[in-house]
């Protein structure tokens, strides 16, 4: 499988589906924030960069809401923690927590 679907935001979550299959990273608005609590990627969706594009999407809609991001979910976290020009997205707060280059 190598076309996937668009990413789709609903009000509590960011999903892709196939068929039955569903891979979401799940968020919540809070004030100034979002928070990334929780991905599941099915191991349907393994080596297909599904979660990147979770993460990407989810990234993309803390921007165009100009808020910060909280990455409570680990996968979200090592993602923007490997990649430090995404560093300034997340809230001061949390940025302690990431990895320095």
Same mark, same amino acid.
């Given at each position: ?5 668009? /990413?789709?935001? =609903?009000?509590?979550? !960011?999903?892709?589906? $196939? ?14 924030? /979002?928070? !990334?609590?929780? =991905? $599941? /990627?099915?191991?349907? #969706? ?5 979660? *990147? ?15 910060? $991001?909280?990455?409570?979910?680990? #996968? #979200?976290?090592?993602?923007?923690? *490997? ?16 990895? =320095?280059?």
């Amino acid at each position: 499988m190598t076309d996937l679907p668009d /990413v789709v935001r =609903t009000d509590t979550r !960011f999903e892709i589906r $196939v068929g039955d299959d569903i891979a979401f990273a799940e968020y919540r608005l809070k004030d100034d924030s /979002v928070i !990334f609590p929780h =991905t $599941v /990627v099915p191991e349907a #969706f393994a080596g297909q960069g599904v979660g *990147k594009r979770l993460v990407e999407a989810g990234l993309a809609f803390a921007r165009e809401q100009k808020l910060w $991001v909280r990455p409570h979910c680990p #996968f #979200f976290h090592a993602y923007i923690s *490997k990649r430090p020009e995404l560093h300034e997205m997340v809230h001061p707060d949390e940025r302690p927590g990431l990895a =320095t280059p």
